[in-house]
């Protein structure tokens, strides 16, 4: 497939071709019809590796279009799972034992993963790893989320939480965004801890959202682009918005609001000089000058 303006090139660092080991973006889907669906996934699929469909929203679906759309996004290669506080709401009304058949319905009508998490409900230890591996035996794969949208959490407990995940089976993590935000903006010292804890190709960080109280679209923008230039252009990034999976990607190689610092990557990686951030800065202060010289 050709691409306008080939020659621009992108940052070496930035997987570019699914399936990805690294770089992964989750699309939250809380109830977009086919249609939406199908023309997000025409234009940007290429940047979409996994769609969740979020909270119990697969509950109210009619059989057949959830299958359609389960399908949709089969054909684009992004993996299609149930959000985990649906798993939370069958646990806390219908009680654990009720989960065999979550988890075999799920299989049923499509799903071949699934979220296990305790946003809302908590859980302990030994829950936690018994669900992940009921849902394992149950032939879905796992991604385990850590973190409470009412509590708060240090790093030691979350990296804590996450190892539980993965020695119970748990394909990846993902970082409940109510824990990494306060105010509005990153807490710099939670995510420093998970950083140096985990191995983050595994871990999916969650971007906040407008159900996060307090949480602006600013807020949102202020915290994907902290990630990026902290993390570079393959972090992992959960909860983007359909309307934002083109931007976000612009984002990663440098041609979104951040500016070249991550592009300067590209041009270092192969071979061409190096545009660094020291210089960027020293273009910017002589430019700058020369404006005031002109006001005067």
């Known amino acids: 497939?050709?691409?306008?303006?080939?020659?621009?090139?992108?940052?070496?660092?930035?997987?570019?071709?699914?399936?990805?080991?690294?770089?992964?973006?989750?699309?939250?889907?809380?109830?977009?019809?086919?249609?939406?669906?199908?023309?997000?996934?025409?234009?940007?699929?290429?940047?979409?590796?996994?769609?969740?469909?979020?909270?119990?929203?697969?509950?109210?679906?009619?059989?057949?279009?959830?299958?359609?759309?389960?399908?949709?996004?089969?054909?684009?290669?992004?993996?299609?799972?149930?959000?985990?506080?649906?798993?939370?709401?069958v646990f806390a009304v219908h009680g654990e034992a009720m989960l065999p058949k979550y988890?075999?319905?799920?299989?049923?009508?499509?799903?071949?993963?699934?979220?296990?998490?305790?946003?809302?409900?908590?859980?302990?230890?030994?829950?936690?790893?018994?669900?992940?591996?009921?849902a394992r035996e149950a032939g879905l794969a796992v991604f385990g989320e850590v973190g409470s949208k009412d509590m708060k959490n240090d790093a030691r407990l979350l990296v804590g939480q996450a190892e539980d995940c993965f020695e119970a089976g748990a394909e990846i993590v993902l970082v409940e965004a109510a824990e990494l935000i306060e105010n509005g903006k990153p807490k710099m010292k939670l995510i420093d801890g998970i950083r140096k804890g985990l191995d983050m190709s595994k871990v999916l960080i969650e971007l906040p959202g407008p159900w996060i109280s307090g949480v602006t679209l600013s807020a949102v923008e202020d915290m994907k682009k902290f990630l990026v230039e902290a993390f570079g252009p393959d972090v992992n990034l959960a909860n983007v918005a359909p309307q934002d999976i083109m931007e976000t990607e612009a984002l990663r190689v440098g041609l979104g609001v951040v500016g070249p610092k991550v592009g300067a990557i590209a041009s270092a990686s192969k071979g061409a000089p190096k545009t660094s951030s020291a210089t960027v800065r020293a273009r910017k202060r002589r430019n700058n000058k020369t404006e005031r010289k002109r006001a005067a």
């Open 103 to 134: 988890l075999a319905e799920a299989k049923r009508v499509g799903f071949n993963v699934i979220e296990i998490s305790d946003n809302c409900v908590p859980l302990t230890r030994t829950q936690r790893m018994s669900q992940i591996r009921l």
């Open 1 to 89: 497939m050709a691409n306008p303006f080939a020659f621009v090139d992108l940052p070496a660092a930035r997987s570019a071709k699914k399936p990805r080991m690294s770089g992964l973006t989750m699309m939250v889907d809380f109830g977009l019809p086919y249609g939406q669906v199908s023309d997000v996934l025409e234009m940007a699929g290429a940047y979409i590796d996994l769609g969740k469909i979020a909270v119990g929203t697969a509950r109210l679906y009619e059989l057949s279009y959830l299958r359609r759309k389960l399908a949709l996004y089969r054909l684009h290669k992004v993996r299609a799972f149930i959000g985990g506080q649906f798993m939370e709401y």
